[in-house]
């Protein structure tokens, strides 16, 4: 059974729709990610959950309750804000007490519920701290404790990370992650950022212009994007316009004449992964798509280095190859030969 | 090192302009000959003694203080609800309702007074109700000298303050009221004593509208202090200053202790 059920859900200012037609189940103990770029309409989506943003059309079910029409304080939805809002006149546990004390819990039965909230978040030795005598990366605990202590039907994450500096960010997603399978926490986070979402959903859907443009696993985003709008957005593509040549056969705007296991005809862009493309020496066995091309500007990146190679006047593709000893890098300007499987280049209509 | 020692100087001589007359109004305060000249016969506290028998001082300071808080706590009831909507309401007009709402500090108060004067005629007139020279009238008066303090101090905190913490208290379970309770209310606090405080001075300090309002035997502090100038020059004004200043700095004091600002900001 769905635990939240987003069905039909538009919200429009004029003209202007900033969620589309959007439509969800998530499903009891899930962790859903919503990634797209600003503006997509995740946060809207995410808010319309929260009951501060009345959507235009369309329903939200929390469990047996439509709440579509609820307003916020009546939702029982704990949401951790991008900025953390926390009250800047009370204490940790004061902050942390609030949402307990909302739902009228006699002060007795607070005080376990608190040091528990507080223990699950590592910050017991900071009860009566005021926010801003904390770093970023507490006070985000702190707005994670606060919002999960009256046990949320569901937990809403709002950019919940992209306060904190880099490193900071790795371990907190790790953290999030386990206290959210430890509890079971039906969970709906909002992100810009692919990395965080690849490493912390169960599930994803990715958005633009207030549309969702594909729902799936990580494999499914990556291996199989839907269209080209995710395979850009979802990890790194090359992309080469052209058309399809009858099947199988994708004739780039250069002349490159590319096989590949798509169908159809008309005009389209073939996505190329940069770490699927291979670079051949003479002697490799025979392989389905193989293009001489001269190396034009090459990023070292340690582990990976990327070689931009020019395959026609009008096309160039990066290649990522593995940074290993035993191979010698090409330079700028060098002569090579680069390769990929038919299954591997992805077509899309445009 | 020369720009600082004349930044220094140019602050030196600012403060020294600022504070001179208070200097010299205190100093004459202690003089003890009725003509004031320089330099003083010698130093007596009977100025100040003779205030507190002096029926028009006491009356008019008490009738000051009794307007001066009646006129803040309106002024603040009516000046919180009227920021709250100037800084969250979405409708048209709304910019010219603030610059409305802080006309009366830039009306001339005799100007003010005049037309508030000739307002409560009319009423008075049309209605038949006693409001010329009353003490509801002239609080009336003092309550839009304090409005402009009171919308404009709570409108810049109300600016300042993170809506998100708004919303956080609702998503936590706090209905509107609740959240206007516990969160908005304590944010907007300092603000709300700032605004209380200067409208309180604007309107204990006032004489000018004050003057067209006043009805027979009643007067406040300043027009008392004005009245008794046109007879004396004796110091007993001065010392009447020097109480008045010793007043509202404790007040100033108190609201400071009582507002914990570190704690809010």
Redesign the interface.
């Known amino acids: 059974m769905a635990l939240l059920q987003l069905t039909g859900i538009t919200k429009s200012y004029g003209d202007f729709k900033a969620v589309d037609d959007v439509s969800l189940d998530i499903a009891d103990g899930e962790f859903l990610v919503l990634l797209g770029p600003s503006g997509c309409g995740k946060t809207t989506t995410l808010r319309i959950v929260a009951g501060f943003v009345e959507p235009s059309s369309g329903h939200v079910r929390l469990g047996e309750r439509d709440i579509t029409t609820l307003p916020p304080w009546m939702r029982n939805a704990g949401l951790v804000f991008q900025s953390y809002a926390l009250f800047p006149h009370m204490t940790v546990s004061e902050n942390i007490a609030f949402g307990l004390e909302m739902r009228k819990m006699p002060k007795a039965q607070m005080a376990p519920k608190i040091a528990e909230a507080l223990r699950l978040v590592r910050l017991d030795h900071l009860a009566d701290r005021l926010p801003r005598q904390l770093s970023g990366g507490q006070q985000q605990r702190v707005a994670l404790a606060r919002a999960l202590v009256f046990r949320p039907d569901v937990l809403l994450l709002d950019e919940p990370l992209s306060n904190l500096d880099a490193k900071l960010r790795q371990d907190v997603r790790v953290e999030i992650r386990e206290l959210q399978r430890q509890l079971g926490l039906t969970t709906v986070m909002v992100t810009h950022d692919q990395e965080e979402a690849l490493t912390m959903a169960d599930r994803l859907v990715v958005m633009s212009e207030g549309r969702i443009r594909q729902i799936g696993s990580q494999q499914d985003l990556y291996e199989r994007p839907a269209e080209k709008f995710v395979a850009d957005f979802v990890g790194r593509s090359t992309f080469i316009d052209g058309r399809m040549d009858g099947p199988g056969r994708f004739v780039s705007a250069g002349g490159l004449v590319v096989a590949c296991e798509a169908s159809g005809t008309g005009s389209a862009s073939l996505a190329l992964r940069p770490e699927r493309l291979a670079l051949i020496n003479g002697a490799a066995p025979p392989i389905d798509n193989r293009f001489p091309g001269a190396v034009e500007f090459i990023s070292y990146l340690g582990s990976q280095v990327d070689l931009h190679v020019r395959l026609s006047p009008k096309e160039r593709v990066i290649v990522q190859i593995q940074n290993r000893p035993e191979q010698p890098l090409p330079v700028i300007g060098e002569q090579v030969h680069i390769g990929w499987s038919k299954s591997t280049g992805r077509v899309f209509p445009s | 090192m020369v720009g600082r020692t004349a930044l220094r100087a140019a602050a030196g001589v600012s403060l020294a302009y600022i504070l001179l007359p208070m200097f010299f109004v205190i100093w004459l305060a202690f003089f003890a000959q009725e003509i004031p000249s320089f330099p003083p016969e010698g130093y007596s506290l009977k100025w100040f003694r003779a205030v507190p028998g002096n029926d028009r001082f006491v009356n008019g300071f008490l009738l000051s203080l009794q307007v001066a808080v009646a006129a803040t706590a309106i002024g603040l009831s009516l000046g919180v609800p009227a920021a709250i909507c100037l800084v969250r309401g979405r409708f048209i007009g709304r910019e010219t309702v603030t610059n409305l709402l802080l006309l009366p500090l830039i009306v001339p108060g005799i100007v003010l007074g005049i037309a508030l004067y000739v307002f409560h005629v009319e009423t008075e007139i049309a209605t038949g109700l006693p409001i010329l020279g009353s003490l509801i009238g002239l609080i009336a008066g003092h309550v839009l000298i304090a409005i402009p303090w009171t919308v404009r101090l709570i409108t810049a905190s109300l600016v300042g303050m993170?809506r998100?913490?708004e919303?956080?208290?609702?998503?936590?379970?706090?209905?509107r009221l609740?959240t206007f309770r516990?969160?908005t209310l304590?944010?907007i606090l300092p603000g709300m004593v700032a605004a209380a405080l200067f409208g309180f001075i604007a309107s204990f300090g006032n004489l000018e509208m004050s003057l067209f309002l006043v009805g027979p035997g009643r007067t406040t502090l300043p027009i008392a202090i004005l009245q008794y100038l046109e007879w004396k020059i004796d110091p007993t004004i001065a010392a009447v200053s020097v109480l008045q200043m010793l007043f509202i700095g404790a007040a100033m004091l108190l609201t400071d202790r009582f507002v914990n600002i570190g704690?809010?900001v």
Do not use: F, M, Y
């Open positions: 993170d998100s913490v919303e956080a208290a609702q998503n936590l379970g706090a209905d609740t516990r969160i304590p944010a704690r809010v």
